[in-house]
């Protein structure tokens, strides 16, 4: 496994905080503060991953697509 970039551990980072966050809201009925920014950061920074990683995954194809055997 490759290690993480930056942009991978801070969504996992806020992956964690948001998680974290509702497992509290459900349990005591409160939350973090900053609990809505954090979910919105998130869901910025996982479409940026996603982004990233959709342009690794084209990449690759198209050098499998161009090198193939015919």
């Known amino acids: 496994m490759d290690r993480l970039t930056r942009l991978q551990r801070i969504t996992l980072v806020l992956f964690v905080i948001v998680v974290t966050n509702r497992v509290m809201v459900s349990a005591t009925g409160y ?8 979910t919105l950061f998130f869901v910025v920074f996982l479409a940026l ?3 990233t990683l959709a342009g690794s ?12 055997a015919s």
Do not use: Y
Not at 31 to 36: I, P, T
Not at 57 to 68: E, F, L, P
């Open 31 to 38: 939350s973090l503060l900053g609990g809505d920014l954090f």
């Open 49 to 51: 991953s996603s982004v």
């Open 57 to 68: 995954v084209m990449r690759k194809v198209r050098w499998k697509v161009r090198n193939r």
